[in-house]
Structures are given as structure tokens and as C-alpha cells.
């Protein structure tokens, strides 16, 4: 059975998954965002930040951290990063979405870097 029809077969009416239907759960979560500010919440409150699909929501997510990482996220949050608009500099950040997944305290992602 493949990924697609176990979440057509879980899927309830009230929960929206309009990506996964679409796309893979690697396409949804696109990379981690490894900087001292995520590190520290890893560390802290146990709080992994992802860059995710523009299209996705919270029920994407969900299933795809489920799905790639064999663990149930608690709380996730979905924040949009705005365009900075420096054009002088050859850096330039583009808008993008990223999600903070919150895990129970036992669990742990391990990234390979």
C-alpha cells in the first residue's frame, strides 16, 4: 500500500490535506533549518524548524513528519518569512514557509550533517 492511499484511507472529512495528495512527503519538507537560534531550541524546548512547501499546511506537515522522521509532533507552527528586498547585496533571501514542529520529550530527530 503506498503512502498515498494510507492517508486517503486515515484522511476524515474536517482535516484538509490538499498537498500530500499532490506531492511526496520530501517534497513537502524541503530542509532543515540549522542555525544557533534552532539549535538552541532543540536543545531547550526540543523544537525542530523545517522549510516546507508554500502550499502546505499544518495537516501536511503533520503527516509528512510522521511519514519521513517516525515521529508524532505535539504543536506544530507555520510562519511565512517575508522577501528582505536587498537587491545592492549579491545575498538575497527569498520568501519562503517554515514550520516549528514541537516533539514530546522522549523524541529526538536526528539530523545527518
Partial sequence: MTFKEKLQRRARKDVAQK???????????????????TYKQQEVANKYVF????????????????????????????????FKGRERRKLVKRAFKKAIVTLGEKEKIDFVV
Fill in 51 to 82: 522549510k516546507v512547501h508554500s502550499d502546505a499546511n499544518k495537516n501536511d506537515i503533520d503527516a509528512a513528519i510522521q511519514y519521513l522522521y517516525k515521529v508524532t509532533p505535539l504543536k506544530i507552527n507555520v510562519v511565512n518569512t517575508a
Fill in 19 to 37: 498537498v500530500l495528495l499532490k506531492f511526496s512527503p520530501y517534497d513537502i519538507i524541503l530542509a532543515p533549518v540549522l542555525t544557533e537560534k
